[in-house]
């Protein structure tokens, strides 16, 4: 069950002190933090809130780095579940010819401000049912999308390339339990060899794999609640209220300890339609 995720964000955890986080010459304590964490926007794929909040998480390879490599030489490029279009912007110059897909009708606004004047086409439209031609694309990019085998085999000219980095079904799972809520996925539902056995069986030939699990840390209780905001899929049912009972007692933890760790499951994938 594929789904979106930020990477960690590898700044500095900052103080925190007994009676809560420690910003500039105040403390906030619990219910400023939950409250900064309600009334900060989601729109977009931008988790440049989180900054200073969390640290970790990263992956020993670099999806960016790859992707710019690989447009570099593309002719017809396509991101697949672009969010507020923030990655991709940030690998300009692009290809004049790129294309941008989004499902999210919010998300679809922000991305069409951003990377509209960069020459990118915006579309609305599923991960599920790509709204383009045969043989439209020489390069799919997805990062944290929607991924269906099929339709990228479907999109793909011949010799195409499919560069995803995806987030595991094993992500995060220590938050589920701190906050009594179900995982939200079985643990071997979505990991590197279920996508490898499923674009091996759409036609392509994978020419690299990687998968990690990396530590993520929360360093005050606003991250987390943002966090479960931003992507609801993780405790599908979440509530600030309904579940402060053990988010009080998860601030607690992350007040004494200095942070909350998780780990973040990532897994890369580069494959060309044979």
Not at 7 to 13: E, T, V
Not at 21 to 41: I, K, N
Not at 182 to 191: C, I, Q
Request: hydrophobic share 45%; glycine share 10%.
């Amino acid at each position: 069950m594929p789904s979106r995720y930020p990477d960690g964000d590898p700044a500095g955890k900052g103080a925190v002190i007994a009676a809560g986080r420690h910003y500039g010459d105040r403390v906030t304590g619990y219910e400023d933090l939950v409250e900064q964490a309600v009334r900060a926007s989601v729109r977009g794929w931008d988790f440049a809130w989180l900054r200073g909040r969390t640290s970790g998480g990263t992956p020993s390879w670099s999806y960016t780095a790859r992707a710019s490599a690989l447009l570099a030489s593309a002719r017809r490029p396509l991101d697949v579940d672009t969010g507020g279009g923030e990655v991709l912007a940030s690998l300009a110059p692009l290809p004049p010819r790129t294309v941008a897909l989004e499902g999210w009708p919010p998300n679809l606004v922000v991305a069409a401000r951003r990377l509209g004047p960069l020459g990118v086409a915006v579309l609305g439209g599923s991960a599920e049912l790509l709204p383009a031609r045969d043989a439209a694309f020489d390069l799919v990019l997805n990062r944290h999308g929607g991924l269906d085998a099929a339709e990228v085999a479907r999109v793909l000219e011949p010799g195409g390339r499919l560069l995803t980095q995806q987030v595991g079904s094993r992500n995060d799972l220590e938050l589920n339990a701190a906050l009594c809520a179900p995982p939200a996925a079985t643990a071997d539902g979505w990991t590197l060899d279920v996508a490898v056995r499923r674009l091996r069986r759409a036609g392509l030939r994978i020419a690299d794999a990687r998968e990690e699990m990396t530590e993520y840390v929360f360093h005050d209780i606003g991250a987390v609640v943002f966090h479960l905001r931003a992507v609801p899929w993780q405790i599908r049912d979440f509530d600030h209220e309904r579940h402060a009972g053990p988010l009080r007692a998860l601030h607690e933890r992350i007040t004494s300890d200095g942070g909350f760790p998780v780990r973040n499951h990532r897994f890369l994938v580069e494959a060309v339609l044979a």
